[in-house]
């Protein structure tokens, strides 16, 4: 099988500035390692998407937004001051503006719209199993709320124009990104034809603060919204566990038309902005039961990967990551020494439990919980 990665050199524009944990150098330095690793023609091949249009945008943000964060991003790439910034006062929690190009950034986030755009094209009309896109995973953005480095949230446009072009009626969203997805929840939180499951950091100690085991959806969507919150240091086998007794049966019984992973290497052990455990063997797990799960559903998977916040870490997870979802057969070694306490999955124990919560919260919406 030969698997298609979306992919274009002017995602690197994606970048906050120096200084700044989120650098599109990612998008530069990621491509090189991935074909000094894998053949590229033989397993895999390269697809560039175009950018969205102002009518695609529509499907996830308000007109006044998109046009507010155009003129924004324009306005800072001259060294001005927008005068109708205060109008979106909530956009500034993206932090620091990029130095340098921050028009550019605007215009970054719109390709990687198109990105899913053509995703969508692929897996529905050119029936492809399993599709990386390599750029994204802006689940933190709203319709009117940039946050968290995210400007356009692409995981919520996918499953929005999969609905509405395609009328597709069940979708999974999987977020194993060590922040909460707070900004795809809300899209789809009272929404019964997306199940959004949630794999993350405990949000008592991490940002976005969300995400607790009781947060399960409202309305028709309630219990279509599955949040596992991770214990600090969770490792390989707290993964497993996760996987294992929430995110495989839940997934069976839900049955997905399409399912949509996304995260990216924060979950490892030395990212500099998160406490979580996983090493490197810890991707290529996640990628192994995302794609046997693709195929126990007979679905098909788009996989988003953008994040991470150790440059050193960061191409060996993503490598170890694609490998397992592409079956590549790649071996990834770790880049950097294991702390002592991340020899073992001390928290495996505190994460049993934490998923048994999790599993009581739903048992009157899931057949697999009870």
């Known amino acids: 099988m030969t698997v298609s990665i979306l992919y274009r050199e002017e995602l690197r524009e994606y970048d906050f500035g120096v200084g700044h944990p989120f650098r ?17 023609g033989s397993l895999y091949h390269i697809v560039a998407a175009e950018t969205c249009s102002e009518e695609d945008l529509r499907l996830i943000c308000s007109q006044a937004y998109i046009d507010f964060s155009r003129e924004y991003f324009r306005a800072a790439n001259l060294g001005e001051t927008y005068e109708r910034s205060m109008e979106f006062p909530r956009f500034h929690s993206l932090d620091n503006l990029p130095r340098g190009r921050p028009g550019k950034l605007e215009e970054a986030a719109r390709m990687m719209i198109g990105q899913m755009k053509k995703a969508a094209a ?17 689940h933190h953005a709203k319709p009117d709320y940039g946050e968290g480095f995210c400007i356009y949230n692409d995981n919520a446009f996918l499953a929005k124009y999969l609905m509405k072009e395609y009328e597709l009626e069940r979708i999974m969203i999987l977020d194993t990104d060590a922040h909460q997805g707070n900004g795809t929840s809300e899209y789809f939180y009272s929404d019964p034809r997306v199940l959004f499951v949630d794999l993350h950091q405990d949000p008592a100690t991490l940002y976005p603060g969300v995400g607790f085991a009781n947060d399960i959806g409202l309305g028709e969507g309630k219990g279509f919204t599955v949040n596992v919150p991770m214990p600090v240091y969770a490792g390989v086998d707290s993964y497993r566990i996760a996987f294992e007794q929430v995110v495989e049966p839940v997934a069976k019984e839900f049955k997905p038309q399409v399912i949509i992973r996304n995260g990216g290497s924060d979950a490892h052990f030395a990212d500099g902005l998160t406490n979580l455990g996983l090493p490197i063997e810890g991707f290529k797990l996640i990628g192994e039961k995302v794609r046997l799960l693709t195929q126990e559903c007979g679905c098909c998977e788009v996989d988003i990967i953008g994040s991470g916040y150790n440059i050193q870490v960061l191409p060996s997870a993503w490598l170890a990551l694609v490998g397992g979802l592409a079956n590549f057969g790649v071996e990834v070694e ?17 994460t049993a439990k934490v998923v048994q919560q999790v599993r009581s919260y739903l048992t009157d919406y899931w057949n697999c919980f009870r």
């Open 24 to 40: 599109g150098d990612r998008y530069e330095i990621f491509p090189k390692v991935l074909r000094e690793h894998v053949s590229e």
């Open 122 to 138: 692929l897996i529905i009309e050119d029936h492809e199993e399993i599709l990386i896109s390599i750029g994204g995973n802006l």
């Open 334 to 350: 770790e880049p950097v020494p294991v702390p002592d306490r991340f020899v073992q999955d001390l928290v495996a124990d505190d």
